[in-house]
Nanobody, 121 residues
């Protein structure tokens, strides 16, 4: 069984910072693209950021220049450094990972359980 466990969520102040992390464990042969989605109440889920195996990154326009995604392949971890927070960043954040369980195997999609980020003064 593959698990993605998130940490680092909580209460942040406008203009402040939080860092989220997500570690994958279990029957994993390789991790491919990883990233973060978020969903705020009454809104659709949106892709915040993604990062490829080799470190190529993409960001949603709403977080570009404020958030930084990174990964540590040796630790099977993806992180999201969130700077200059504002109230619009309040949401549940979900990490995801595309992964295989064997060499040349099919690619699966795994999800974390979600971590709440609340930005409030």
């Amino acid at each position: 069984q593959v698990q993605l466990v998130e940490s680092g969520g909580g209460l942040g102040q406008p203009g402040g910072s939080l860092e989220l992390s997500c570690t994958a464990s279990g029957r994993i042969f390789s991790l491919e693209d990883m990233g973060w989605y978020r969903q705020a109440p009454g809104k659709q889920r949106e892709l915040v950021a993604s990062i490829s195996t080799r470190g190529r990154t993409k960001y949603d326009d709403s977080v570009k220049g404020r958030f930084t995604i990174s990964r540590d392949n040796a630790k099977n971890t993806v992180s999201l450094q969130m700077n200059r927070l504002d109230a619009e960043d309040t949401a549940i954040y979900y990490c995801y990972a595309d992964y295989t369980t064997q060499s040349m195997g099919v690619t699966f999609l795994g999800w974390g359980q979600g971590t709440q980020v609340t930005v409030s003064s």
